[in-house]
């Protein structure tokens, strides 16, 4: 069996080689999936590769901050091209990453799989898979120690980003202390941390507090489960002028919520589909064997699904009807 250093030994010698590079995070993608990708479009620059970075959704307003996301293109157009590597980062498999009926116009290429989720399927030629890191960033962050990348201030503020989203600001279960160490590295690297905090914590637009108002608002309690749960309607997002990202904060919110085993966001994405998020403090608790029940997957304390249906009031209660 190949060992966890060889693996990452034939990753770099698999970027080494390429010629063409394309870098993969997954679909609506949110600070940890945007840091591993800049990061190593930093690291792929530094080889003078030619390079590309996608994602199935263009990244929203909140993250125009970070170096290098005006890179990451939406159009599918990309995978008409030739690539000798194709990198997906924080993704359990190629349909969460949106790219499972793209992938095939490639030929040819070295699949490599990075992240961090226990549900990971290991879809990759090269799978990179350590369900102990808090993030895809902070193993992207100890891949370039390992290859000894000098991190320059740009990619050390798309790593903490990263780092600080997955640990829900060093406030959740995915906080370790090898995350800790990691950040306190790229601070004295020059992460911009003042910058991540205005863009990320402090910068609420009046529509996202409008949308939380209406979670809060519908927040109800299941006694039976133990489980807090709210949901988010397309309409919603609508109103109130935001986009389906903007809801992703609201379950790790909820998390903190006194008496609740489990949280549960629904948000209503598209005609006929809903996403659920699931989260947990609890250490009996595992809301990714929950979320896989649905098709999804995760880690033991945050987890998440896509399931068909529409979210109904009905009878003075929210339903999902086909």
Known sequence: MITELETIQK????LDKARRVLVIGHQQPDGDALGALIALAYYLKSLGKDYSLFCLDAPVEQYQFLPLVHEVKADPKIFAEKFDVIAVVDSGDLHYAGVDKLLPKVNNFTLINIDHHASNNFFGDLNLVLPEKSSVSEIVYQLLRLWQFPINKETATALLNGIIFDTGFFGNAA?????????SHLLNLG??????????????SLGLLKLWGRAFERLQFNQKYDLAFTVI??????????????????????????GAKIAM????????????SLRTTRDDVDVA????????GGHKKAAGFT?????????NKWQITD
């Not at 992460?191 to 609420?204: C, D, G, M, P, S």
């Open 11 to 14: 990753i770099k010698q698999a």
């Open 175 to 183: 906080t370790s202390l090898s995350a800790l160490e990691a950040a």
């Open 191 to 204: 992460a911009r941390h003042r910058l991540i905090n205005e863009n990320i914590l402090r910068n609420k």
């Open 233 to 258: 309607t397309q309409e919603d997002l609508t109103a109130c002028g935001v986009s389906v990202e903007a809801s992703s904060g609201i379950s790790n919110f909820f998390n903190e919520l006194a």
């Open 265 to 276: 966001v629904l948000v209503q994405t598209e005609d006929n589909i809903i996403k659920g």
């Open 289 to 296: 064997a929950l979320a896989k029940s649905f098709g999804g």
């Open 307 to 315: 399931i068909n249906g529409r979210l109904v009031y009905n009878e």
